[in-house]
């Protein structure tokens, strides 16, 4: 079974769209989508709908979560975050349909399952933690006991916006970096192959180009501020680009 792995969309369709044409074509049987599928990109409903009907198998990210209790939180939030935070959350949330924000509220933080006899288990940011997050630079103390925690082969993540892969204590650390919106400098997608056909199972991450300029445009017509082009654009964080 060849699966692909990615997460971190913040509503960029362009990106979307060229991750499942590539995948489609590396043979991929499944989409594994490991949350924070909307947040800065202006196509928060055209992305949790591409999902919906590509039956993806999708854990609720934390801007996620955010954005479907933006309604409760919002004026704690507007005294809280800065201005561009909070109308990120804002917009996304004016713009999904309830069925969309419905879809989002009921996705599960982690998921288990066994595939081909082995334990999987996919979450968005650490096992059993609502904000950590597991790096690239996790010591390998600490994901050794998680891995004695969580007792599963493959621990899938995201949140990071960092591509790699460890193994510990005879289980694999994955994360796929971010798909729409990286934070290395280089604004490719990110996304992974996950091959569990062979006994030996095998990543192989890829970076593709996408149409950026078409994002770009849709922010700009919908009268979002310039930093979140310039996120987008330069693959380069919120804090960065202010």
């Known amino acids: ?17 060229a991750i499942l044409a590539h995948a489609l074509q590396e043979g991929a ?10 947040g800065y990109g202006p196509f928060p409903e055209e992305v949790v709908r591409c999902l919906r009907e590509r039956d993806a198998l999708s854990t609720l ?34 713009q999904l349909s309830g069925k969309s924000r419905k879809y989002l ?18 979450t968005h940011g650490s096992p059993g933690a609502d904000d950590g997050y597991i790096t690239a630079d ?3 103390k600490q994901l050794a006991k998680i891995t004695r925690e969580v007792k599963a082969e493959f621990i899938l993540c995201g949140g990071s916006h960092e ?8 289980a694999w650390f994955i994360s796929p970096g971010s798909a729409g919106l990286p934070r290395d400098g280089d604004p490719r997608a990110a996304y992974s192959i996950l091959d569990l056909t062979a006994a030996e199972s095998q990543v192989f991450p890829y970076r593709l180009e996408y149409d ?19 996120m987008f654009r330069e693959g380069r964080p919120l804090d960065v680009v202010l």
Do not use: C
């Open 163 to 170: 591509s790699f892969a460890h193994s510990v204590e005879g």
């Open 1 to 17: 079974m060849r699966v692909a792995l990615l997460s971190d969309l913040h509503a960029n369709l362009p990106a979307l769209e």
């Open 138 to 140: 996790t010591p390998e």
């Open 61 to 94: 990210g934390r801007y996620d979560r955010q954005v479907v209790r933006f309604k409760k939180r919002k004026e704690k939030w507007h005294r809280k975050k800065a201005f561009e935070e909070y109308l990120a959350l804002e917009w996304a949330y004016d």
């Open 212 to 230: 950026v300029e078409r994002l770009v445009a849709e922010l700009d017509r919908q009268k979002l501020p310039e930093t979140f082009a310039r």
């Open 29 to 38: 049987e499944a989409i594994w989508n490991l949350g924070d599928i909307v």
């Open 105 to 122: 509220y009921f996705l599960s933080r982690e998921i288990r399952m066994e595939v081909r006899g082995r334990r999987v288990l996919l």
